[in-house]
Structures are given as structure tokens and as C-alpha cells.
């Protein structure tokens, strides 16, 4: 006795989610309950796999896959061990194969493939799990084939515009210029959105990856990633990746022996919604406040530092490198109508079973409420859900079978966004909502323009006459036309848009507009 008796491989994410439920303390109980039984035990510090509910979420590798236990907490780990869970024992808190949990069962994994499997900033676990076939594959390519693949696949930006990356990439890589950039816009500012920094903190190879293919497309050397400064787990994660990618020759000056160079760095941002407008990012990425540029020149004929700059946002670059691998129709042929491939949907809010849900376009907004989310948190009926971030419209429960889909969702005037959806209950009360769309609008306001830096400010103000009955009529039909000024007349999408949310209050819940 006395020896070890059991080699056994736990993963405990190392997610921020995940971590702010405990993640760390469980992780260490398992290596300090392991040392006093003297178990040999590796302990791998995986990504998430997006199921939030049951973070913390401990994995073991069983002979049939990875055996999952959740949520755990640090008073749970000795009767783990009791229950012999690193043989995949029988516990209350046992989920069984964690692959087959029907939340992460019924998901279509294209770009989260390897978030939760791998760990997250070894680049050999990346390569053992199909990491770099895409970029591989795109050195042997031009690179008008490079940008074909990604036409092909019918990928459209998921920072919230939903323009055709291929398009885009065209436009760079034709721009004559002897200096051209690849940035990723990772300043993820909507409310209720995660899905940039899991991929970040669990897979930074596959943006690294998907940037140095952007790079060979448009024949860019120099590549940026902006990262809100809110997330520094990410920030560590990204950083120890690109090193580990330069010291193994997929960064620098000749990438893999091709020829071709690209150099890759994480900048910070300060924490400002309108730092995630691209050409506010690209104002703040060349260390000045973060302002809107007019339009044109768009940031691909004269982005950084004035010269033709791709920028997309971090889902975008990180669903290249499978459509590289696979195929542009590989992608295709997921998706509906002109909304392809899979969306990640961050499911947040009020709701049973929030996290992350990679799933093609075209599944319903109530399947992901209810089958995936399991209706509200809080046991009441759902009464309204916030699509796309702050800028969203709220939906009411007669939308709920809108596909989600970039067309489908505009036709209802509404937005996808980045895919965030924000669930309320039945006590949330929609004047108050819409005033805090105006007064978010007012606080993050770049102040460029005069429809926005002056109209939210007197929209809040209007706001607090019709919820207190002044005149209400009167205000209400001074609230539409206000609406209708900052949609038609701001210079960008944050005044542009704020009418989303306060109209979509106003037309479907206009009982809240009039106690
Ligand atoms: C107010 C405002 C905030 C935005 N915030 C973000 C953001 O946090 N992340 C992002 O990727 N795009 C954001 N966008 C969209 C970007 O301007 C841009 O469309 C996007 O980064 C382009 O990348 P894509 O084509 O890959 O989506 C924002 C737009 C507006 C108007
Ligand atoms: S709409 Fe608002 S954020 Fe956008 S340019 Fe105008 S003032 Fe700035």
C-alpha cells in the first residue's frame, strides 16, 4: 500500500463562468482529496462546454468518453471520490456521458467543436483535434480561393451586421496597399453575450487560426485582436496561445515554411460600448478615443492607420478555419434561406438552463427558450425576450416561432445581432425597459452626432412624462417621431438602433405604457 492505485484524467474548466460558480476551489479540493487518498490524478483546466447550469462541471475520461458530474462543489469532492467517480461511479450529482446530455446532444458543434474538449491553450491537443487543417489546406491555395471557400460558405459577420465575409475579404484583398491588417473586433459589448470570450478562453487557436487565414487571403502581414479588458482570462489565454503559435512557426515570418508572414497582437480596450462599432475600435486600436469614422471610406479600402483593413468579429474568424478544413459547401448546407451555417446562441437572463447553444439558422426562438432553456428561472411564464444585445427589439410570446434567422428576424423588425437572447418574466415592467434603452443610448452615446447625443437625453426625459401620465398622448406621439429622427438620422447603428427596443416595448406591450 502506500503506492498509487489509479491513474485517472479529470477536466475542471478553467471558464470565467464557470470559475465565478467555484471552479478553482473545486479544481484544487480534487487535487488535495486525490493526494490524501494517494490517487494519481491529472487535473486538465478545459473550456467550458456551454452548459452554465451545471458549472461547475467536472469531467472524468472514462473508456467510452467523459463522465460528467454537476454542478459541483467543493463539499461534494470526498463523496465523489467515495463514489469512485473517477471510474465513472454512480453519484447524485452524475450526468452520465456528458456528450449525450440532450442540451449539448441536439447542438450542431461546428465552431465550439473543441471548447470543453480540449485544453484550451495547448497546441498539441489543438492539432490532435483537427487544429490548423484548415490553415494548411490554405497555404496550398491562392488566394482568390482562399476568399472563394468563404463566399462559398454563404458566412455572414455575427458581429451584429450580418455582412457576407467573403465580400468583405474581396474588398481588402483587392485594395492595393503595401500594408494591410487583419483585426478582430472582440470588444463583445451586448448584454447577455458570451460566446466571443468562451471561444477565446477555451479555443484560441481557432481564432488565431482563422486570422492568420483572413491574413493569406488578403495578403495582410500585421493582425490585431481588440479585446475588451473585462475579460482577462482571455487575455491570457490568447496571449499564451500566440506565443505557443509563434515558438511551433503558425505566427511570424514564415508561417509553416510557406513563405508568407503575419504577426499577431491582443490590444485592450477601456471599456466603452461604442469601442465595439468597428470604426470606433479602429480609432481606439490607434490609441485615440473611441469615435465614429463617417462612411466611406469603409475600413476595408482605409481602416487602420488609413490603410484596407479586415474587420470581423471574433465568431466570424472563428468559424473560418472548419470552412477552410471542409469546404465552403461543407458550411453551406447548414443553415436556412441567406443565413448559413450555425449561429451561436448565448441564452441568458431569467432562464432555467442558461449558456451556450451552437445550433444551424432556422431553429425556433421558443425551441431555445423552452427545449434548450426550459422556460424562466424564476418558475413564471416567460412574458418577453431581448434579442441581439441592447439595441435588440423585445419580443413578445406571440414571436416566439420566428426562425432565427437573419431575414426571418428583420422582417419583424428585429435583430439577430451577435445572437444573445435575454429572457423576462412576467414582472418585468416594459416602460421601464424602454426608458433604460434611452438612458443606455445616453450613457454610451460617442456624442458625434446630434440624434443620439442629444435625442436620448430628451427621449429619457419624454420617457418619465409618459410613465408618470403627464400628458401621455401628447409624449408618446413626441417619443415616435423622436424614434423616427434617431433611426433615420444618426451617423451609427448605436443611435441608429436604440428605436428597436423602445418601439418593440411600445407596440407589444403598450399596457406597461399606461398604469
Ligand atoms: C454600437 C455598436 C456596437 C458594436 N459592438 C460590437 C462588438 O462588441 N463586437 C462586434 O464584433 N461587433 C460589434 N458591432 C458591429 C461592428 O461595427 C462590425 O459590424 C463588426 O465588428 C464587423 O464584423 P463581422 O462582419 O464579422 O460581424 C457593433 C456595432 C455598433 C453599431
Ligand atoms: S449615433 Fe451616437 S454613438 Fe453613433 S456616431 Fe452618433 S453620437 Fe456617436
Not at 482563422?210 to 482570462?233: D, F, K, S, W
Not at 468559424?319 to 469546404?327: D, E
Request: hydrophobic fraction near 40%; proline fraction near 5%.
Amino acid at each position: 500500500m502506500g503506492e498509487a492505485i489509479v491513474t485517472a484524467t479529470v477536466f475542471v474548466p478553467r471558464d470565467a463562468a464557470a470559475l465565478s460558480l467555484g471552479a478553482e476551489d473545486v479544481a484544487q479540493a480534487i487535487v488535495d482529496e486525490a493526494k490524501t487518498r494517494k490517487i494519481d490524478v491529472t487535473v486538465v483546466r478545459n473550456g467550458t462546454r456551454g452548459m452554465v447550469w451545471l458549472e461547475p462541471l467536472v469531467e472524468v475520461a472514462v473508456s467510452n468518453g467523459r463522465a460528467g458530474y454537476g454542478p459541483v462543489s467543493v463539499n461534494d469532492v470526498r463523496s465523489l471520490f467515495d463514489a469512485d467517480f473517477l471510474k465513472g461511479g454512480k453519484h447524485p450529482l452524475g450526468l452520465g456521458p456528458v456528450e449525450e446530455i440532450p442540451y449539448f446532444k441536439k447542438q450542431e458543434r461546428l465552431t465550439f467543436a473543441r471548447v470543453g474538449l480540449t485544453h484550451p491553450v495547448s497546441l498539441e491537443d489543438y492539432i490532435a483535434h483537427d487544429g490548423y487543417q484548415g490553415l494548411m489546406r490554405a497555404i496550398g491555395l491562392t488566394p482568390a480561393d482562399i476568399i472563394k471557400e468563404v463566399t462559398d460558405s454563404g458566412l455572414r459577420g455575427r458581429g451584429g451586421a450580418a455582412f457576407p465575409t467573403g465580400i468583405k475579404w474581396k474588398t481588402v484583398a483587392d485594395a492595393p496597399a503595401d500594408q494591410k491588417y487583419v483585426t478582430c473586433n472582440a470588444d463583445e459589448g451586448d448584454s447577455g453575450t458570451f460566446a466571443d470570450r468562451m471561444l477565446m478562453e477555451g479555443d484560441p487557436f481557432c481564432l488565431i487560426e482563422g486570422m492568420t487565414i483572413a491574413a493569406l487571403a488578403v495578403g495582410a502581414t500585421e493582425g490585431y485582436i481588440y479585446l475588451r479588458c473585462e475579460y482577462p482570462h482571455a487575455h491570457r489565454a490568447l496571449n499564451t496561445a500566440i506565443e505557443a503559435a509563434y515558438k511551433e512557426g503558425y505566427l511570424g515570418e514564415n508561417i509553416r515554411g510557406s513563405g508568407k508572414k503575419f504577426n499577431l497582437a491582443v490590444r485592450l480596450g477601456a471599456g466603452a460600448y461604442i469601442c465595439g462599432e468597428e470604426t470606433s475600435m479602429l480609432e481606439s486600436l490607434e490609441g485615440k478615443r473611441g469615435e465614429i469614422r463617417p462612411r466611406p471610406p469603409l475600413p476595408a479600402i482605409k481602416g487602420l492607420f488609413g490603410q484596407p483593413t479586415i474587420v470581423n468579429n471574433v465568431m466570424s474568424l472563428a468559424s473560418v478555419p472548419i470552412i477552410l478544413q471542409k469546404g465552403g459547401e461543407f458550411y453551406k448546407n447548414f443553415g436556412v434561406g441567406r443565413s448559413r451555417g450555425t449561429l451561436t446562441i448565448q441564452l441568458a437572463g431569467n432562464v432555467k438552463r442558461g449558456g451556450l447553444i451552437e445550433q444551424a439558422f432556422g431553429v425556433t426562438l421558443r425551441e431555445i427558450l423552452y427545449d434548450y432553456g426550459g422556460g424562466t428561472a424564476s418558475g413564471r411564464p416567460i412574458r418577453a425576450v431581448q434579442v441581439g444585445g441592447p439595441l435588440g427589439a423585445y419580443l413578445p410570446e406571440s414571436q416566439f416561432d420566428t426562425p432565427l434567422d437573419y431575414e426571418a428576424f428583420s422582417n419583424i423588425n428585429a435583430l439577430l445581432g451577435h445572437g444573445g437572447i435575454v429572457v423576462f418574466d412576467d414582472t418585468v415592467d416594459m416602460a421601464q425597459m424602454a426608458r433604460y434603452a434611452l438612458e443606455f443610448c445616453a450613457l454610451e452615446s460617442c456624442g458625434k452626432c446630434t440624434p443620439c447625443r442629444i435625442g436620448s437625453t430628451r427621449g429619457v426625459e419624454v420617457m418619465d412624462r409618459v410613465i408618470s401620465g403627464q400628458n401621455r398622448e401628447f409624449h408618446l406621439t413626441l417619443i415616435e417621431e423622436l424614434c423616427d429622427t434617431m433611426f433615420n438620422g444618426s451617423l451609427c447603428g448605436l443611435g441608429g438602433l436604440t428605436p428597436y427596443p423602445v418601439q418593440s416595448a411600445l407596440r407589444h406591450f403598450p399596457e406597461d405604457f399606461a398604469k
